[in-house]
């Protein structure tokens, strides 16, 4: 039995980012990006923090690396919405872990840092994934 397929092509075309997209990417980007290259210098008051939540001293450089990777990625997502989805998940989960890393040294006098870049994160793949899902525009 020979089955006939259609494929309408706008289907399979991603929505441009709209403005809201736009600037909550570059937010979180420039964010991301600031605080990673403070951990990667590394500026001593990520070194405090990072103490406090039982991070070792030789972490600071890589993570503040993954961050800013995790930034340039979501700008990328811009054009490239894969990557854009794949970074936003990936810092999703880094912040999880940050989060809980502070929870569970009890270091809960900094855990909004972490926290608020976990929501910028979120929220960044929240709209990359409905853009990535809503019908193009004419």
């Known amino acids: 039995m020979v089955r006939e397929v ?5 289907t ?13 990417t570059i ?9 990673g290259a403070a951990a990667a210098a590394p500026a001593p008051f990520v070194l405090k923090f990072m ?14 690396a993954v961050k800013v990777a995790g930034a340039v990625g979501l700008l990328a997502g811009l054009r490239a919405k894969p990557l854009g989805i794949a970074a936003a998940s990936g810092l999703v989960l880094f912040f999880c872990g940050a989060v809980i890393t502070h929870v569970r040294a009890g270091a809960f006098r900094n855990i909004s840092f972490p926290a608020v870049y976990l929501g910028l994160s979120s929220m960044s793949l929240a ?10 525009t004419a």
């Open 127 to 136: 709209l990359a994934a409905r853009r990535a899902t809503r019908p193009p």
């Open 27 to 35: 937010v979180t980007a420039a964010a991301t990006a600031g605080i």
């Open 51 to 64: 103490r406090e939540a039982g991070v070792p001293d030789s972490w600071p450089q890589a993570l503040g």
């Open 12 to 24: 399979h075309m991603v929505a441009a980012p709209g403005p809201v997209d736009i600037a909550l």
């Open 6 to 10: 259609h494929c309408d092509l706008r």
